[in-house]
């Protein structure tokens, strides 16, 4: 499983306004001219995430985005499956009846499959905005 870059730059777009002023919106080229991500880009990635509710728009003069709940209530899990949608290495871990394999009943790899679906999923859940952002202002490296 890989993950599009569309995910690594919508949780790195949503870490950065995670460490900016509380209650002040942010507006996409700010954001461009910080990560490097291209304005275009963050666009179609704020489309989708506004969809979830991870993200607010503030029109006007003062307008831009803010996150949509409290860096601490939304984890990475979240921003990775608002883009990418389901994160199963393999469709039979969410469906068996996906899976076209003549032994499937017998299957002795879906185990793998689901166990590694789980640790993913845990991790990615396991993280928040906030979590992300403290590393990031402490300048650490979590691993």
Not at 5 to 30: D, H, N
Not at 52 to 80: C, E, H, N, P, W
Not at 89 to 101: F, I
């Amino acid at each position: 499983m890989k993950l599009s870059t569309k995910s690594r730059y919508a949780l790195e777009a949503l870490v950065y306004m995670s460490v900016s002023p509380e209650g002040t919106p942010i507006t996409i080229k700010q954001i461009s001219e910080k990560t490097g991500i291209s304005e275009g880009y963050l666009e179609q990635i704020f489309f989708a995430l506004r969809k979830k509710g991870l993200l607010k728009t503030i029109r006007g003069k003062s307008g831009g985005f803010l996150l949509g709940s409290d860096a601490q209530d939304i984890t990475a899990g979240m921003v990775v499956r608002a883009i990418e949608g389901s994160l199963v290495p393999v469709a039979c871990v969410s469906d068996l009846s996906a899976c076209e394999s003549p032994v499937r009943d017998q299957c002795v790899t879906r185990w793998l499959w689901v166990t590694m679906s789980d640790e993913i999923n845990a991790i990615l859940d396991s993280l928040t905005l906030y979590d992300l952002g403290t590393a990031f202002v402490k300048g650490g490296d979590t691993a």
